[in-house]
C-alpha cells in the first residue's frame, strides 16, 4: 500500500509562498506531538474528547466532529493537532480521547503492514478484525485524502479522460511523476492493474501538481484534498479498479465513551462529506487561512448539522 509521505514539509514549502502543496501530511509518519492529549485513562463519562493528528486537514475534521456532537448537547472536548498516529492512537485505545477523525486505508496500514486490502469494504471488513476491542471504526465517508493520478483538465477532455483505466490508450507517450519511491512501488502495480507503461518516471516530490500544470509531466500522484488541484485547474482520475488502497475518512471511537448519540451523529456527518467538499474546505484552511472552527461551523450550518 502507497500511503501519504512527506507532505509536512511540502505543507511548510508552500505555506511560504503563500499557497498550499496537500491537503494532509502523512499520518503514519515518526512526529514529536505539539500538544499532549492527556495524563492518561479515561476521560470523564460525561465529556467526549476530540483528538486530531498533528496536520491541517485532521485538525478541520476534528472540529467538525466537535462542534457537531455540540449541537447534540454533548460536552464535548477538543484537543487538536496532537501528533502521529503513533501517539495518538494509544491515546484512543486507552480511553484518553472518544473520537478521532482517521483514515482507513492508512489506518490498516498502520494496525497490519501485511494488508492486502484495497476496497473500502475490503479496507473497512479487515480493520474490524484488526483493530484492538477497545476502539470502533464507525461507517466511513466518501471523501478520500488518498493517492490519485492527476492531470490538467484541458488534458483530460483533449484525451477523454476519466478514469486511471483511460491512460492506457495513451500512456506510452506520458511523463508521470511522483514522490521519489514512486516509480519503485507502483510500476508493476499499475501494469498489472490497468496495463500503464508510462514513457518516464520522473521524482518531481512536492512539486508534482506544478509540473502536471506547466507541462513538464503530463500525470503525477497528488493526493485528492490537495488544494493545489483548485489552483491548477486539475482533475483527479477516477481510480475504477483499485490500484490504490482506499483511504476514506472515518470516525475511530473509543467504545466505552462513544454512546449511540456519538456514533449516529458521527454519521450523519460522515454521510455529507465528499472528497470534491473536501477539497473546497482544505482550500479555506490551507490556501485562503481562514480559521478550521470557523470553516467546520459554516460546513456544518450548510450541510444541516447544527
Known amino acids: 500500500m502507497y500511503v501519504k509521505r512527506a507532505l509536512v514539509t511540502a505543507l511548510a514549502a508552500v505555506f511560504a509562498l503563500s499557497a498550499c502543496g496537500g491537503g494532509g501530511s502523512d499520518p503514519l509518519a515518526q512526529a514529536t506531538p505539539s500538544a499532549p492529549a492527556t495524563s492518561g485513562g479515561s476521560a470523564a463519562a460525561s465529556t467526549v474528547v476530540v483528538g486530531s493528528f498533528n496536520f491541517p486537514e485532521s485538525v478541520l475534521l476534528g472540529s467538525i466532529y466537535a462542534q457537531a456532537l455540540q449541537a447534540k448537547g454533548l460536552t464535548v472536548e477538543e484537543k487538536p493537532n496532537i501528533g502521529s498516529r503513533e501517539v495518538v492512537f494509544d491515546q484512543i485505545k486507552s480511553g484518553g480521547l472518544t473520537v478521532l477523525p482517521e483514515y482507513v486505508g492508512s489506518l490498516l496500514a498502520f494496525v497490519d503492514p501485511a494488508a492486502t486490502a484495497k ?13 484492538p476491542p477497545e476502539v470502533e471504526i464507525l461507517t466511513p465517508a466518501a471523501a478520500q485524502d488518498g493517492n ?10 483533449e484525451k477523454s479522460l476519466t478514469t486511471i483505466e483511460d ?6 507517450d506520458l511523463v508521470v511523476g511522483g514522490p521519489p519511491e514512486f516509480k519503485e512501488r507502483q510500476e508493476e ?9 508510462f514513457k518516464s518516471w520522473e521524482p518531481t516530490a512536492e512539486t508534482t501538481a506544478d509540473a502536471i500544470k506547466s507541462g513538464t509531466i503530463q500525470v503525477g500522484n497528488v493526493f485528492t484534498t490537495d488544494p493545489k488541484i483548485l489552483l491548477n485547474d486539475l482533475v483527479s482520475l477516477q481510480d475504477n479498479k483499485n490500484a490504490f488502497a482506499a483511504d476514506n475518512i472515518a ?13 449516529t451523529t458521527l454519521d450523519a456527518v460522515s454521510a455529507k462529506l465528499t472528497t470534491e467538499g473536501l477539497l473546497q474546505l482544505m482550500k479555506q484552511v490551507a490556501v485562503d487561512k481562514a480559521d478550521p472552527p470557523v470553516v467546520a461551523k459554516d460546513w456544518l450550518t450548510q450541510n444541516g448539522l447544527l
Open 119 to 131: 476496497s473500502t469494504d475490503d479496507v473497512v471488513a479487515a480493520l474490524k478484525t484488526k483493530l
Open 251 to 263: 470516525p475511530l471511537v473509543f467504545k466505552s465513551g462513544a454512546d449511540d448519540t456519538v456514533k
Open 167 to 172: 491512460l492506457a490508450k495513451i500512456s506510452k
Open 148 to 157: 490519485s493520478l492527476t492531470v490538467t483538465k484541458a488534458f483530460a477532455a
Open 189 to 197: 502495480n499499475f501494469k498489472n492493474t490497468y496495463g500503464l507503461e
